[in-house]
Nanobody
Framework: QVQLVQSGGGLVQPGGSLRLSCVASGRSFSAYGMGWFRQAPGKEREFVARISRGGGSTTYSDSVKGRFTLSRDNAKNTVYLQMNSLKVEDTAVYYC???????????????WGQGTQVTVSS
């Protein structure tokens, strides 16, 4: 079992910044690809970004590319999502997730954090 504990989030005005953190338990953090997803009220869960096991490769959705930055510190068992130039449409509950396999699909993310609210309001 892998436990993921998230922190960060909150209320911010458009154009502002927030940084989300996700800390994993255990000693095998470096074996997991990590992803971030979000879900707005009344909408389906949406892919945001992912990062490879060693942090050498990242992928972002078109909606956040150029504004969000995903990074990881394997020595601290932590992944970060830096969110800049926030927009009202970024408002959602954000989830981190761990992928223990080499398969890239969303179904391969077996472990999930508790979620944290990000609200962008003008």
């Amino acid at each position: 079992q892998v436990q993921l504990v998230q922190s960060g989030g909150g209320l911010v005005q458009p154009g502002g910044s927030l940084r989300l953190s996700c800390v994993a338990s255990g000693r095998s953090f470096s074996a997991y690809g990590m992803g971030w997803f979000r879900q707005a009220p009344g909408k389906e869960r949406e892919f945001v970004a992912r990062i490879s096991r060693g942090g050498g490769s990242t992928t972002y959705s078109d909606s956040v590319k150029g504004r969000f930055t995903l990074s990881r510190d394997n020595a601290k068992n932590t992944v970060y999502l830096q969110m800049n130039s926030l927009k009202v449409e970024d408002t959602a509950v954000y989830y981190c997730a761990a992928n223990p396999s080499s398969a890239p699909g969303v179904g391969s993310y077996l472990y999930w954090g508790q979620g944290t609210q990000v609200t962008v309001s003008s």
